[in-house]
């Protein structure tokens, strides 16, 4: 995987750019301008990022993902990531046939759901997951490999299935290694 270097990184307008980012040059970026990227996150190929989104430090987002903002925003806090082919969006048409749908239709002709995600501390969202308008994953979320969630999670818990539902608790344990990471860098 080739990454942009910080000259190429510096050319676009990003609202906020950190240190030691790394985003691939087969990643598309639209609407820079709205997006913050924090110290040391990563962003592989393939992904697709685009509209109101801010990414804490520490995230790693990797290949095939689709982060679509739009207008309300997405929050993917510190230490978090999505595994390869998650898609996660603000917006959705109205699937009732009440409506017509699709980008191509005039804003008078559909509905649309429009509403803003966090994505919390130390949240895992497993390969081929879907996260839906609204959702607020609580801090230590673990979701499963193709899970679709389309509800708010409780903090440190484990969620699998379509539609996620909680299986058991999450350990903590890894709050302590963020400590010493957090040290390292301070001293380093």
């Known amino acids: 995987m080739t990454f942009l270097n910080e000259e190429q990184l ?3 307008p990003f609202k ?3 240190r030691n980012v790394k985003i691939s040059e087969k990643a598309a970026i639209y609407n820079p301008e709205l997006i913050e990227i924090h110290n040391n996150s990563r962003i592989d190929d393939f ?3 685009s509209g109101k989104v801010t990414i804490g430090k520490h995230v790693h987002i990797a290949v095939f ?3 679509a903002g739009g ?3 997405i929050i993917l806090n510190d230490f978090s990531g999505l595994a390869y082919g998650c898609h996660v969006f603000t ?3 109205d699937y009732s046939g009440q409506t017509l749908t699709n980008p191509t239709i005039p804003t008078k002709y559909k509905s649309e759901t429009k509403k803003s995600i966090n994505i919390g501390r130390h949240c895992i969202i497993g390969t081929g997951s879907l996260i839906f308008p609204g959702v607020n994953l609580a801090e230590g979320t673990a979701i499963g490999a193709a899970s679709v969630v389309r509800k708010s999670t409780e903090e440190w ?3 699998l299935g379509n539609p996620a539902k909680k299986i058991k608790p999450r350990s903590r344990e890894l709050l302590e290694l963020e400590l010493q990471l957090i040290q390292e860098e301070d001293n380093g």
């Open 71 to 73: 207008s309300e925003g």
């Open 10 to 12: 510096s050319k676009i």
């Open 47 to 49: 992904c697709v990022i």
């Open 91 to 93: 917006q959705s048409d």
């Open 65 to 67: 993902c689709n982060v």
């Open 16 to 18: 906020f750019l950190g």
């Open 157 to 159: 818990s484990i969620y």
